[in-house]
């Protein structure tokens, strides 16, 4: 599955099917959710209690607002670099306002059984030396609602500063020692922990994209192994209006200027009826949807599509297992 937003919308259902039919169902190596799956797997198998996982991005709470027209601005292009270069600035604009960042946890929740927090990604400034200090939970000193969740780190501070050594092109987890034998490792060994020293990191500054996707093909073809896939539904993204949004207007997805996609629990996504970031594209709005509102299925009039027909079974089915009307 090279497509993160046909993993997010439909991924629990499809991988049912698959292991179903006999069929192995995988995450794309190089792409930053199946790297992340990888980093969680290892930390288990070791033995550790994962507290969070995650991968770096650029990010500023402004940037929820941004659009095709002004993204180039927020990443510092001038309009000659991007004349020169092939930019596709929807697809840039989705990296930027947080959309992306959302679907691809949504793949890791659902893959690896960690949780998003309430309110979805809060992005909090960390590089690659806080990891430890930043990604525990908030009860103790931390950034996290709880253990086990997934959560992105931003590489600007609040106030549009670069984070020293930061994680924007890389992924890590966040484990716990949980005992004085393992802390008295971690010391001995040099990781850099927080204070407690009971909460330490591993992390991979760079992913590669499609230049190692063949770890996929080599996994799925020689070991029937994927590198990642989904196991339930924990996350889900729903758009969410980037302006006043009057009746009658076409919502333009991902990256768009009309909605940005927010990491929510899958439950309570089934619980407002959210519609999912990856069907808020070319669908017409039949009531006024406030900034800053969740566009559910209610506001919109139903596409008669494949992907559309695919992902209402889906809710339909994880509903009646959980016992939602």
Same mark, same amino acid.
């Given at each position: 599955?090279?497509?993160?937003?046909?993993?997010?919308?439909?991924?629990?259902?499809?991988?049912? =099917?698959?292991?179903?039919?006999?069929?192995?169902?995988? %995450?794309?190596?190089g792409d930053q959710p199946a790297l992340i799956c990888e980093l969680v797997d @290892?930390?288990?198998?070791?033995?550790?209690?994962?507290?969070?996982?995650?991968?770096?991005?650029?990010? %500023?709470?402004?940037?929820?607002?941004?659009?095709?027209?002004?993204? @180039?601005?927020?990443?510092?292009? !001038?309009?000659?670099?991007?004349?020169?270069?092939?930019? /596709?600035?929807?697809?840039?604009?989705?990296?930027?306002?947080?959309?992306?960042?959302?679907?691809?946890?949504?793949?890791?929740?659902?893959?690896?059984?960690?949780?998003?927090?309430?309110?979805?990604? !809060?992005?909090?400034?960390?590089?690659?030396?806080?990891?430890? =200090?930043?990604?525990?939970?908030?009860? &103790?000193?931390?950034?996290?609602?709880?253990?086990?969740?997934?959560?992105?780190?931003?590489?600007?501070?609040?106030?549009?500063?670069?984070?020293?050594?930061?994680?924007? @092109?890389?992924?890590?987890v966040t484990l716990a020692a949980d005992s004085e034998y393992v802390r008295r490792?971690?010391?001995?060994?040099?990781?850099?922990?927080? &204070?407690?020293? /009971?909460?330490?990191?591993?992390?991979?500054?760079?992913?590669?994209?499609?230049?190692?996707?063949?770890?996929?093909?080599?996994?799925?073809?020689?070991?029937?192994?994927?590198?990642?896939? $989904?196991?339930?539904?924990?996350?889900?993204?729903?758009?969410?209006?980037?302006?006043d949004l009057a009746a009658g207007t076409t919502l333009d997805g991902e990256g768009?200027?009309?909605?940005?996609?927010? %990491?929510?629990?899958?439950?309570?996504?089934?619980?407002?009826?959210?519609? $999912?970031?990856? %069907?808020?594209?070319?669908? =017409?709005?039949?009531?006024?949807?406030?900034?800053?509102?969740?566009?559910?299925?209610?506001?919109?009039?139903?596409?008669?599509?494949?992907?559309?027909?695919?992902?209402?079974?889906?809710?339909?089915?994880?509903?009646?297992? @959980?016992?939602?009307?």
């Open positions: 599955m090279v497509n993160v937003e046909a993993d997010c919308l439909a991924g629990p259902l499809l991988a049912r =099917r698959a292991r179903a039919a006999g069929i192995v169902y995988s %995450l794309a190596y @290892w930390a288990r198998t070791a033995g550790f209690d994962v507290v969070a996982a995650g991968k770096g991005t650029r990010y %500023l709470p402004a940037y929820h607002d941004s659009t095709p027209e002004t993204v @180039w601005g927020h990443y510092g292009f !001038s309009r000659e670099q991007v004349a020169r270069g092939d930019y /596709n600035a929807q697809m840039f604009n989705s990296f930027l306002d947080g959309t992306k960042s959302a679907i691809e946890m949504a793949a890791v929740a659902n893959a690896t059984g960690l949780t998003p927090a309430p309110d979805g990604l !809060s992005f909090p400034p960390c590089g690659a030396d806080d990891l430890a =200090r930043v990604l525990k939970p908030a009860a &103790e000193g931390g950034a996290l609602h709880h253990r086990g969740q997934v959560e992105v780190v931003s590489s600007l501070e609040r106030d549009a500063r670069p984070v020293a050594r930061d994680l924007r @092109w890389g992924v890590y490792c971690f010391s001995e060994y040099g990781l850099a922990t927080d &204070e407690s020293g /009971n909460y330490a990191a591993m992390y991979k500054p760079y992913h590669l994209i499609g230049l190692e996707l063949g770890i996929s093909v080599a996994a799925v073809g020689l070991r029937r192994e994927p590198t990642g896939a $989904p196991t339930g539904f924990r996350g889900d993204v729903v758009a969410v209006a980037k302006r768009g200027y009309t909605v940005w996609g927010r %990491l929510i629990p899958a439950r309570d996504s089934l619980g407002c009826a959210g519609l $999912p970031i990856g %069907l808020a594209h070319r669908v =017409r709005l039949t009531r006024t949807v406030k900034k800053g509102e969740t566009v559910t299925w209610r506001d919109i009039a139903m596409p008669e599509t494949e992907a559309a027909r695919v992902r209402l079974e889906m809710e339909a089915l994880f509903a009646s297992e @959980w016992g939602i009307r």
